[in-house]
């Protein structure tokens, strides 16, 4: 079946242009996350959605980025202003539901978004 | 603080022999471990996870070892293969927490040579 897809594969753009990156999850997966991939390094968490909500968005590093999932399904994270510092892989994750209710619940992992700021 | 690490940053060994790659971590509150591979070019992608309350757990050609006395966590696998060449990242939920997030660690390159 479909898993996490994510679009575009490949973004580049200059220092100070705003970005925006798409999340399609898994249908029906009620939990959605984004994470961030610097070279070398593991996963650092962003956000996480619930349904519509935002229910820890404590990763977020500061107000230049943003996320949405309005209808409870695709979620786009929005990155203003962008800075060299931000190149990174954006992942998006999903899980049918929250992690660790009731016991761990897998997220399925996105191929990611290879996002260059020159 | 929380903080989940890797002892060593890559490991090569022969196809046919076993693999350990090992991880360390810190947030002893911790409810699940689990272990990653992430191929290049790929999202990570689940092999096994283990419950804090658990001290081994096997699957299909792996096996998890979890010591919360000395917070380590170990990731054997059995008759690598070339295949399994990747990154492995353990990473930690903390669901008491009320965290949702999954906490990683750097990661270990595994290279298998044929």
């Known amino acids: 079946g479909a898993g996490v897809s994510q679009t575009p594969s490949n973004k580049v753009t200059e220092k100070g242009k705003y970005v925006e990156l798409r999340c399609d999850p898994i249908s029906g997966h009620t939990a959605l996350y984004w994470y961030r991939q610097s070279l070398g390094q593991g996963p650092e968490f962003l956000i996480y959605f619930q349904g519509t909500g935002a229910a820890d968005d404590s990763g977020l590093p500061n107000d230049r980025f943003f996320a949405v999932r309005p209808e409870g399904s695709v979620s786009t994270l929005k990155i203003q202003r962008t800075e060299r510092g931000d190149s990174a892989v954006y992942l998006c994750?999903?899980?049918?539901?929250?992690?660790?209710?009731?016991?761990?619940?897998?997220?399925?992992f996105g191929p990611g978004t290879r996002l260059t700021v020159l | 603080g929380e903080s989940v690490g890797l002892h060593l940053p890559t490991l090569s060994v022969q196809e046919g022999d076993n693999s350990i790659i090992n991880c360390a971590y810190s947030?002893?509150?911790?409810?699940?471990f689990i272990w990653y591979k992430q191929e290049s070019g790929k999202g990570p992608q689940f092999i096994i996870d283990i419950r804090s309350n658990m001290d081994k757990r096997q699957g299909q050609r792996v096996t998890v070892l979890l010591n919360k006395t000395v917070k380590h966590l170990s990731l054997q696998i059995a008759a690598t293969q070339p295949g399994d060449s990747a990154v492995y990242f353990c990473a930690e939920n903390n669901e008491r927490g009320g965290s949702e997030k999954l906490v990683f660690g750097k990661g270990t390159k595994l290279t298998v040579n044929p």
């Open positions: 947030n002893s509150a911790s409810d699940y």
């Open positions: 994750a999903s899980s049918l539901t929250p992690t660790g209710r009731g016991g761990y619940n897998e997220q399925f």
